[in-house]
Antibody
């Protein structure tokens, strides 16, 4: 069965960077894209971007361009999301998700809490 | 960017009620719309995609309709398990966005 297993919780200081991993299993990794979605405490879902696991092409949300980088490692079937210049309002649960057709996110990781605090 | 606006933000209903949530796009997205259900502390669950296609295993009391800029999610015969927050999401083009969510709570 499809599984996405994310790395553990992180605590970072403002201005630092964080890199969250998402290890996929149960399917052919290169056949589907991975999206990253975040959710601040008590808030809604925010789509951050998407990466093709086939060729590494990316699309990023405009408000995060310049601060976010998504990458893949096909040898380990792992996707990564790095967010730089962290601010307190980046405190959120970060999810990776795999689509079934482009944009439809059926499979989700368990989420990674990133706390940004001085 | 395409903005998605859901209404209402909160909906109070009873078991057995039929409830409808509306999602409006700031420009036409054809039928490239999905609906998700999220319960507190849980990951979102895909309910419907391409505006009206029920995902595998989703009860038939859920239905979606619409195209262009206006979409609806209907729950016919609300069940106790349906009290949750619902999000629409557009996936037209390369930049995707979620609506702000609609919380369905017990009246």
């Amino acid at each position: 069965q499809v599984q996405l297993v994310q790395s553990g919780a992180e605590v970072k200081k403002p201005g630092a960077s964080v890199k969250v991993s998402c290890k996929a299993s149960g399917y052919t990794f290169a056949s589907y894209g991975i999206s990253w979605v975040r959710q601040a405490p008590g808030q809604g879902l925010e789509w951050m971007g998407w990466i093709s696991a086939y060729n590494g092409n990316t699309n990023y949300a405009r408000n995060l361009q310049g601060r976010v980088t998504m990458t893949i490692d096909t040898s380990t079937s792992t996707a990564y999301m790095e967010l730089r210049s962290l601010r307190s309002d980046d405190t959120a649960v970060y999810y990776c998700a795999r689509d079934i057709t482009s944009g439809c996110l059926r499979y989700w990781g368990q989420g990674t809490l990133v706390t940004v605090s001085s | 960017d395409i903005q998605m606006t859901q209404s209402p933000s909160t909906l109070s209903a009873s078991v057995g009620d039929t409830v409808t949530i509306t999602c409006r796009a700031s420009q036409s997205i054809s039928a490239w719309l999905a609906w998700y259900q999220q319960k507190p502390g849980k990951v979102p669950k895909l309910l419907i995609y391409k505006a009206s296609t029920l995902d595998s295993g989703v009860p038939s009391r859920f239905s979606g309709s619409g195209s262009g800029t206006e979409f609806t999610l209907t729950i016919s015969g609300l069940q106790p398990d349906d009290f949750a927050t619902y999000y629409c999401q557009q996936y037209n083009g390369y930049l995707w966005t979620f609506g702000q969510g609609t919380k369905v709570e017990s009246k």
